[in-house]
């Protein structure tokens, strides 16, 4: 089992709202940075939004305003609420960790060591 999970993914109208959560299997992730990433079909993977261990936050450019990172140590979950979806948010999406003692909030994906599976994101009318 991969050591992340993603779920809530799914299919929304532009507009719409999803909120994707990221829980740990093996592993208490509330001391490592954590990431969310996103691979459109024919693109990169790129970084969307990451959370330190401490709460500091990382938003790329074209989610700032409509992504929220947090995360919710008691349950060992980060969440991503996404509000005013685009089609161009379409992508599968990851999220990602990064070891202590690694402390900051970049979204560089060689940092992460640790993957989830994805779960789809779909923005269509």
């Known amino acids: 089992q991969a050591p992340l999970v993603e779920s809530g993914g799914g299919l929304v109208q532009p507009g719409g709202s999803l909120r994707l959560s990221c829980a740990a299997s093996g592993f208490t992730p509330n001391y490592y940075t954590i990431g969310w990433f996103r691979q459109a079909p024919g693109k990169g993977r790129e970084g969307v939004s990451c959370i330190s261990s401490g709460g500091r936050t990382y938003y790329t450019d074209s989610m700032k305003g409509r992504f929220t990172i947090s995360r919710d140590n008691a349950k060992n979950t980060v969440y991503l609420q996404m509000n005013s979806l685009k089609p161009e948010d379409t992508a599968v999406y990851y999220c990602?960790?990064?070891?202590?003692?690694?402390?900051?909030?970049?979204?560089?994906?060689?940092?992460?060591?640790?993957w989830g599976q994805g779960t789809q994101v779909t923005v269509s009318s």
């Open positions: 990602a960790a990064v070891r202590p003692p690694y402390s900051g909030s970049n979204c560089l994906r060689y940092l992460y060591e640790y």
